[in-house]
């Protein structure tokens, strides 16, 4: 415990003093969300658009644009140059539980994106979005982002490990936009075309946003979120799973 | 007299998609407690394969292993507590300061937060970095970051030090320091594993040494043995120096070293 708990400080202190590294992460999403919005807000007028339960199309956008910072996975980056740089080598020489190598990182970038999800939700409240769930589900919205980013970055971390090479993970990061892309990003998965619905229906990110966004849009609907959570604990346990078994076995 | 490091027929074989690599291709090593062991060898010579199976860093595809007593391949996490580790890439991270980083090396040894910052204070003492201790990293020259590498190995007190190539890239006077503190360190008892391509470095400082070539163990004895066994089978009228042993252990003349500078650099 002692070692998480260091090795999390470490990764906490590492984030802080990059804060270059926190303005894309907080000023991309936020600009997709504008887009986006500026886009598509007024084929969907709030009045008249019965999936948006009378918020604007800004509150249903809002989930898209925490997922995406959830998603940038710069927890892998910073790995990428404690391998470079020989540090990841000293860790592996010391009696540390690969665990703790592991989620030390993953639990700052949760940190992290509880922070900037946070950050997010109070930008967007001065235009008309209200978190519908109340207190509680703002805190379920910040603690599922929180652990859709470690499911996102244990997934960067282990294209890290096996590539060794920052160009190859950063590229890793390009792999959630096909993903954001088949969910139901602009209307709800019922208004997709087939096709469409079906890739939505096998992508794991659809039911991490749909609970993102019943938290946001509705009262506190505990099949869909219960879901989103299911999604991220399965992923999250492989991810974990797969990365300390691949530095078990890093040569 | 017991064995700080006991390799029997050890094996590194690479696979990948051009082939099989024999990088180490039974190496056998014994280095007694207290001794300063040099391993020499050209690049590419199987010197950073050895030195990795041996700190639990690689795999081992065959043959065994044994550091402080302990089977690295058998007890991995047993081994790391009795061994230091400086590689030749300074193991350190940019982003902490000294004291930083030697305080997270000793609480991930298991020292309590005091204990961590009593022995923090200590190293940045004994490798004179007290005024630079509250600086980040990245603001250190090579040889400050040496230093700091070192000390981040002895924070548990290691019985068996592995050190490889930790003077390359210094400068004159920074290799000098790093030379005191080896001798230093082994004056209390610590088992030092140097790999160097430096070969004064090796006869400056260790008792007895291997050289390594294509894999294997060409040659093995003291300095002096090694000179005096090349100065009778060439029947030199003089010692040879141990550039010399190097070369004629390796296979490789100055001639073809002369055309080859990178093989031996």
Same mark, same amino acid.
Request: aromatic share 8%; proline share 4%; net charge neutral.
């Given at each position: 415990?002692?070692?998480?708990?260091?090795l999390?400080k470490?990764?906490?202190?590492?984030?802080?003093? !990059?804060?270059?590294?926190?303005?894309p992460?907080?000023?991309i999403?936020?600009f @997709? #969300?504008?887009?986006?919005v500026g886009?598509?807000?007024?084929?969907?007028?709030?009045?008249s658009?019965?999936?948006?339960?009378?918020?604007?199309y800004?509150?249903?956008?809002?989930p898209s644009?925490?997922?995406?910072?959830?998603? @940038?996975?710069?927890?892998?980056?910073?790995?990428?140059?404690?391998?470079?740089?020989?540090?990841?080598?000293?860790?592996?020489? /010391?009696?540390v539980?690969?665990?703790?190598?592991?989620?030390?990182?993953?639990?700052?970038?949760a940190?992290?994106?509880?922070?900037?999800?946070a950050v997010l939700v #109070?930008?967007?409240?001065p235009?008309g979005i209200?978190?519908?769930s109340?207190?509680?589900?703002f805190?379920?919205l910040?603690?599922?982002?929180?652990?859709? /980013?470690?499911v996102?970055?244990?997934?960067?971390?282990?294209?890290?490990?096996?590539?060794?090479?920052?160009?190859? !993970?950063? /590229?890793?990061?390009?792999?959630f @936009?096909p993903l954001?892309?088949?969910t139901?990003?602009?209307v709800p998965?019922?208004?997709?075309?087939?096709p469409?619905?079906?890739?939505?229906t096998f992508?794991?990110? !659809?039911?991490v946003?749909?609970?993102?966004?019943? #938290?946001?849009?509705?009262? #506190?609907?505990?099949?869909r979120?219960g879901?989103?959570f299911?999604?991220?604990?399965?992923?999250?346990?492989?991810?974990v799973?797969?990365?300390?078994?691949?530095?078990?076995?890093?040569? | 007299?017991s064995?700080?490091?006991?390799?029997?027929?050890?094996?590194?074989?690479?696979?990948?998609?051009?082939g099989t690599? +024999?990088?180490?291709?039974? &190496?056998?090593?014994q280095v007694?407690?207290?001794?300063?062991?040099?391993?020499?060898?050209?690049?590419?010579a199987?010197?950073? %394969?050895?030195?990795?199976m041996?700190?639990?860093?690689?795999?081992? %595809?065959?043959?065994?292993?044994?550091?402080?007593?302990?089977?690295?391949?058998a007890?991995?996490?047993?081994?790391?507590?009795?061994i230091?580790?400086?590689?030749?890439?300074?193991g350190?991270?940019?982003?902490q300061?000294g004291?930083?980083?030697? &305080?997270l090396?000793?609480?991930?040894?298991?020292?309590s937060a005091?204990q961590?910052?009593d022995?923090? $204070?200590e190293?940045?003492?004994l490798?004179?970095?007290?005024?630079?201790? *509250?600086?980040?990293?990245?603001?250190?020259?090579?040889?400050?970051k040496?230093?700091?590498?070192?000390?981040?190995?002895?924070?548990?007190?290691?019985?068996v030090?592995?050190?490889?190539e930790?003077?390359?890239?210094?400068?004159?006077?920074?290799?000098l320091t &790093?030379?005191?503190?080896m001798?230093?360190?082994?004056? $209390?008892?610590?088992?030092?594993?140097?790999?160097? $391509?430096?070969l004064?470095?090796a006869?400056q400082?260790?008792n007895?040494?291997?050289?390594i070539? *294509?894999?294997l163990?060409v040659?093995?004895g003291?300095?002096?043995?090694l000179?005096?066994?090349?100065?009778?089978r060439?029947?030199l009228?003089? +010692?040879p120096?141990?550039?010399e042993?190097f070369?004629?252990?390796?296979?490789?003349?100055?001639?073809r070293?002369a055309?080859?500078v990178q093989?031996?650099?």
């Amino acid at each position: 415990m002692t070692q998480f708990w260091e090795l999390s400080k470490r990764a906490v202190r590492e984030t802080l003093r !990059t804060p270059e590294s926190l303005f894309p992460t907080v000023f991309i999403p936020l600009f @997709f #969300l504008v887009v986006n919005v500026g886009q598509a807000g007024r084929i969907f007028p709030s009045g008249s658009t019965s999936f948006l339960e009378g918020q604007s199309y800004a509150a249903f956008q809002l989930p898209s644009a925490i997922l995406l910072a959830a998603s @940038f996975g710069s927890a892998a980056l910073y790995l990428v140059e404690d391998i470079e740089g020989g540090y990841f080598d000293k860790l592996r020489a /010391s009696p540390v539980s690969r665990s703790a190598i592991v989620l030390g990182r993953l639990t700052a970038e949760a940190g992290k994106i509880i922070a900037i999800s946070a950050v997010l939700v #109070l930008a967007a409240l001065p235009f008309g979005i209200s978190i519908a769930s109340g207190l509680l589900g703002f805190v379920l919205l910040l603690i599922l982002a929180a652990c859709w /980013s470690v499911v996102f970055s244990g997934f960067m971390q282990l294209i890290a490990l096996k590539t060794r090479s920052a160009a190859a !993970t950063q /590229s890793g990061s390009l792999v959630f @936009f096909p993903l954001l892309f088949l969910t139901p990003n602009f209307v709800p998965r019922d208004l997709l075309t087939r096709p469409m619905e079906i890739a939505a229906t096998f992508n794991p990110v !659809t039911y991490v946003m749909e609970a993102l966004r019943s #938290l946001i849009l509705e009262d #506190l609907a505990w099949a869909r979120i219960g879901r989103g959570f299911a999604v991220v604990a399965v992923a999250g346990i492989a991810m974990v799973a797969l990365n300390v078994r691949t530095i078990r076995a890093y040569d | 007299m017991s064995m700080a490091v006991e390799a029997e027929q050890l094996v590194k074989r690479f696979t990948g998609r051009s082939g099989t690599v +024999d990088a180490v291709r039974g &190496v056998d090593l014994q280095v007694a407690e207290g001794e300063v062991f040099g391993f020499l060898g050209p690049n590419g010579a199987g010197k950073s %394969t050895t030195v990795r199976m041996l700190t639990t860093l690689m795999t081992i %595809t065959s043959g065994s292993a044994r550091v402080a007593g302990v089977d690295v391949a058998a007890d991995p996490d047993a081994a790391r507590r009795s061994i230091g580790v400086a590689l030749q890439e300074a193991g350190l991270d940019p982003r902490q300061t000294g004291r930083e980083l030697l &305080v997270l090396q000793a609480r991930l040894f298991g020292s309590s937060a005091a204990q961590a910052a009593d022995r923090a $204070q200590e190293l940045l003492e004994l490798v004179d970095l007290v005024d630079a201790a *509250d600086r980040r990293i990245k603001g250190y020259s090579g040889g400050m970051k040496r230093r700091l590498d070192l000390a981040s190995a002895l924070v548990h007190q290691p019985q068996v030090l592995f050190l490889d190539e930790p003077t390359t890239g210094l400068d004159p006077a920074s290799r000098l320091t &790093v030379w005191d503190e080896m001798r230093r360190i082994n004056g $209390q008892g610590t088992t030092v594993f140097l790999t160097t $391509q430096y070969l004064e470095e090796a006869d400056q400082l260790c008792n007895r040494l291997a050289i390594i070539d *294509d894999g294997l163990i060409v040659r093995e004895g003291t300095p002096d043995e090694l000179k005096a066994e090349l100065r009778q089978r060439k029947s030199l009228d003089r +010692d040879p120096t141990l550039d010399e042993v190097f070369l004629d252990a390796t296979g490789r003349s100055r001639e073809r070293v002369a055309g080859q500078v990178q093989e031996v650099l």
